[in-house]
């Protein structure tokens, strides 16, 4: 990346793709503007000594995100199977809304 001073620069998203953004940023400790950043520049910058260091840092970021889905899935799995054991109904939406109070 460049060393000179740093200018700003604006893209549109909609709601739903900043949300998306900040969700995998968050995932890989980063801000959006840095996952963009690095997004937008990966493969661009010449392949130097650190090309093995790169490589480890995508397979150990791919790692951690499949240990965070198994954990996720694993909580998942054991709310559904207390809800199903309790005999609880499920809400519909209308129903939810009006139990918040909304």
Excluded: C, F
Aim: proline share 2%; glycine share 6%.
């Amino acid at each position: 990346m460049s060393t000179t001073t740093a200018k700003p620069t604006s893209i549109r998203l909609t709601a739903a793709e900043k949300k998306l953004i900040a969700a995998a940023a968050r995932k890989r400790g980063l801000s959006p503007t840095a996952y963009i950043k690095r997004a937008a520049l990966e493969g661009t910058e010449a392949k130097g000594d650190d090309s093995r260091l790169d490589q480890l840092e995508r397979i150990a970021t791919a790692l951690r995100e499949a240990v965070e889905d198994e954990i996720d899935y694993r909580a998942v799995t054991a709310a559904w199977d207390r809800h199903v054991k309790s005999g609880a109904n499920l809400l519909t939406g209308e129903e939810a809304w009006r139990e918040l109070g909304v």
